[in-house]
């Protein structure tokens, strides 16, 4: 494990353009420094809410090794809670979803027991001096963003009014407030997550490692190569009246205050309604479209949420870094709300891209996790196709020399 005195020069020694250096892909005591820096200062996506219809319905969410219940109050409210317990601190749920019994986390250890809001209840055999209503579960911020679910570490939250604008006018369009989970899969990835987060910031290996993909978005071309396929993408979207400008202040984040956004749309290759085998639609049209305009909306909220919305389906992607060596990345179809599997939709259509992708990701990630850790690795120049993964990659080394908030 390196010692981060070191850390300075290895941050001087970065090559603009470049790859960073083995040891940010490799160092725990680096992984560690990523998560005081730059992972617990950020909003994240912590799913969606139609996973947690009714009270006492919950999710864990991971980060690191940090471990958050996210909870539906009986006021009908979402509550981030530490899944750590005030007393001996045991974890209170071990599930990755589930409801709560009888509107209480009780602890599997001695017991104690709170309420949905995270207030202790019950805890046996405690001194008088003991006061139980002066204990309550570490909560942390909640906001939803058109039926999405954001939570953050951070003690001062960057703000968010740069980033509701920019779901408004993207995931809002799309319909995603009255969305579902149709589909959920969990990926456990051997490597960093700066090379996840750097794959899916680039489209440079779409052509050579995702086939199915790049039969289907003009996205997988170099920019020069798609100027007539985005325009006419542009005008099928604009007969339909469809508004989803594109949004730039990705990476501006902590040292502005406020969280990064950004929100690109990309054509789906002439004739295709949707990113799916045939290239017809596979489930309802959402939100604003009466049509399919034949495109693909990208955003991004913070360094580890990313989602993908098509006229009839979505996709959200959370990179949940979990060791300097290991990732995981959720990934969760949304389909409209009323929507009835096998009868609106077909799950094996639906799924079958993204799974195709997904599955491409994690073999080249893990691939290049490989390679990095060779000892004579040096980081090659980006491309002209990997400017957002050399931006990433910019905006991560100048959070490491931010002061901690
Ligand atoms: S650690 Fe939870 S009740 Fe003791
Ligand atoms: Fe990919």
Redesign the pocket.
């Known amino acids: 494990m390196m010692d981060l005195s070191n850390l300075k020069q290895l941050i001087g020694g970065h090559r603009q353009g470049h790859a960073l250096a083995r040891e940010f892909y490799t160092d725990p005591a680096i992984f560690e420094h990523d998560m005081q820096r730059m992972l617990l200062r950020h909003w994240f996506c912590a799913g969606h809410i139609s996973s947690i219809p009714r009270p006492g319905d919950y999710l864990l969410v991971d980060l690191g090794s940090e471990s958050v219940i996210v909870v539906r109050t009986p006021a009908g409210e979402v509550r981030a809670l530490l899944n750590v317990?005030r007393?001996?601190?045991?974890r209170l749920v071990t599930e990755r979803s589930g409801k709560a019994h009888s509107s209480r986390f009780t602890?599997p250890?001695?017991?104690?027991s709170y309420d949905l809001d995270g207030n202790l209840m019950v805890a046996r055999q405690m001194p008088e001096s003991f006061r139980r209503t002066e204990v309550a579960l570490k909560s942390f911020p909640v906001r939803i963003m058109e039926g999405l679910i954001f939570t953050t570490f951070a003690n001062e939250p960057l703000q968010l009014d740069s980033a509701a604008q920019a779901l408004a006018r993207s995931a809002g369009v799309h319909g995603w407030a009255a969305a579902k989970v149709a589909h959920r899969e969990m990926y456990s990835i051997k490597a960093n997550w700066k090379l996840a987060v750097e794959n899916y910031m680039e489209c440079y290996h779409c052509t050579p490692a995702h086939p199915e993909f790049a039969k289907r978005h003009v996205y997988a071309r170099p920019a020069e190569q798609a100027v007539d396929l985005e325009r006419a993408g542009r005008t099928r979207a604009e007969a339909l009246g469809i508004v989803v400008p594109d949004i730039d202040l990705y990476g501006c984040a902590a040292a502005a205050g406020r969280e990064s956004v950004a929100v690109m749309r990309s054509a789906l290759h002439e004739g295709l309604a949707s990113a799916t085998d045939d290239g017809r639609s596979v489930a309802w049209l959402m939100g604003e479209f009466s049509a399919s305009d034949g495109n693909s909306t990208y955003f991004d909220i913070g360094p580890i949420s990313d989602f993908l919305a098509y006229p009839d389906h979505g996709v959200i992607y959370r990179f949940i870094p979990r060791a300097a060596d290991h990732t995981e990345m959720e990934v969760l179809w949304l389909v409209h709300q009323d929507a009835v599997e096998g009868v609106d939709y077909d799950l094996t259509r639906l799924t079958w891209l993204w799974k195709t992708t997904s599955a491409e990701d994690k073999k080249i990630v893990e691939m290049n996790q490989a390679g990095v850790n060779s000892r004579f690795f040096v980081p090659g120049a980006y491309s002209l196709q990997e400017t957002y993964a050399g931006r990433f990659v910019d905006w991560y080394l100048q959070e490491l020399n931010l002061p901690i908030s």
């Open positions: 317990c007393h001996r601190g045991s602890c250890y001695h017991a104690w």
